[in-house]
């Protein structure tokens, strides 16, 4: 793959440590209490794993996509999906590198590189999820401030977030053109409230949350971008990294799943010979093998692309269906090779099952997907 130099090489070493110290043995503890420890994130930022890709100006690594694409690969060989760190370092950074003024940008972006603010955006609504035209949350002007109105659900980092892009209309009238991105300090703020930390059916110890805003009061200064209305179109031009996030952390739990796989199928016998030796296992093995080698191929093709700026909507929309999609097809696979025992929550498997679910979901649906990549044929 082009993308990866001895630079990355000596980088994952680092992420691969980290996550082995720090990720995996918490993983039942954190699962329970619905979150990762707080001090997990100050950790990440003392050794440099957060904010990778955001320049040294504002102290972040001064890397690239790459580097964020090894941590979260890391991250999936660690078997842990409880860190919000893809959300924190790849997007909520990249929004306020992408469209913050430069007192926002040394304003916010050295606590989220230090682990002192945790980041998450609030686009998803109770009543509204892809759509995002039609969000009902508000942010009208009101002198110098902002007054904030409205819920949103099934945010990620939600729970422990000191820093909360919002997407919000400042002008109700409007659809898109009436959205705005308002960033709210969560620290005490009168109006804010979190809400439950979602029961899912996956991804367990991820803190996915609701939030609440009754005249949640903000500066006028908190608006990312030159003016109001500009909102939608800064999601849309974000949202192609967010879907190659999504993607990477697709393939690498899918490449996990069939090498888990492929050692308990060799190490357990049926019929007096292992597991592996039926025909049944080495064809159901080497299409997934497969399937991990061509979304391989294809997602660091869109990694090169990305890295030289010419990923387009379309090609992310592509990347992100083919990948997840795959993925649920191979560990679903997988987890049928290891019969009753891949029903149970002890082994890796079953969690990978889970958790594999929702990635044809967040960051658009597949039908969302097909949509985008049919308005280019």
């Excluded at 995002?132 to 977030?161: C, E, P, W």
């Excluded at 009238?173 to 709210?184: D, F, N, Q, R, W």
């Excluded at 620290?187 to 979602?198: C, P, S």
């Excluded at 990312?224 to 500009?230: D, I, S």
Aim: aromatic share 8%; glycine share 10%; proline share 2%.
């Amino acid at each position: 793959m082009s993308w990866l130099d001895e630079d990355l090489t000596a980088f994952r070493e680092l992420a691969r440590s980290f996550c082995e110290k720090e990720l995996t043995p918490n993983a039942e503890r954190w699962a329970e209490a619905k979150q990762v420890d707080r001090e997990l994130w100050n950790k990440a930022g003392s050794v440099g794993l957060l904010c990778l890709s955001i320049p040294e100006e504002y102290g972040g690594g001064g890397g690239t996509f790459a580097h964020e694409t090894v941590l979260l690969q890391e991250q999936a060989r660690a078997m842990d999906d409880a860190w919000g760190v893809a959300v924190h370092n790849g997007i909520v950074a990249h929004y306020l590198r992408a469209y913050g003024t430069q007192e926002q940008k040394q304003r916010w972006l050295p606590g989220m590189a230090s682990g002192e603010l945790v980041g998450a955006i609030a686009m998803t609504e109770p009543g509204t999820g892809s759509d995002l035209q039609s969000i009902k949350t508000k942010a009208i002007r009101t002198g110098d401030s902002y007054v904030v109105n409205g819920s949103k659900t099934f945010i990620t980092n939600g729970a422990q977030a000191d820093l909360v892009i919002v997407a919000a209309k400042t002008n109700p009238e409007e659809k898109a053109a009436g959205i705005s991105l308002v960033v709210v300090e969560t620290e005490g703020t009168q109006g804010f409230r979190r809400g439950r930390v979602l029961d899912k059916i996956g991804m367990k110890g991820q803190d996915t949350a609701e939030l609440f805003f009754d005249n949640v009061t903000i500066p006028a200064e908190n608006l990312l971008g030159t003016q109001e209305g500009q909102g939608f179109i800064q999601l849309m031009q974000q949202l192609p990294q967010e879907r190659l996030l999504i993607a990477v952390t697709a393939v690498a739990a899918m490449d996990l799943a069939v090498q888990q796989t492929l050692q308990y199928t060799k190490e357990r016998s049926a019929f007096g010979r292992p597991i592996f030796g039926f025909q049944n296992t080495k064809f159901t093995l080497a299409d997934a093998a497969t399937e991990v080698a061509v979304s391989k191929a294809f997602l660091d093709q869109c990694i090169d692309r990305h890295l030289e700026g010419e990923l387009d909507v379309t090609g992310a929309a592509m990347a992100k269906m083919w990948t997840t999609e795959r993925l649920n097809k191979v560990v679903d696979n997988c987890l049928q090779l290891f019969g009753g025992y891949g029903f149970m929550n002890e082994y890796p498997i079953a969690k990978a099952w889970t958790a594999a679910r929702v990635q044809r979901i967040f960051g658009g649906t597949t039908e969302i997907m097909k949509e985008i990549i049919a308005r280019t044929l």
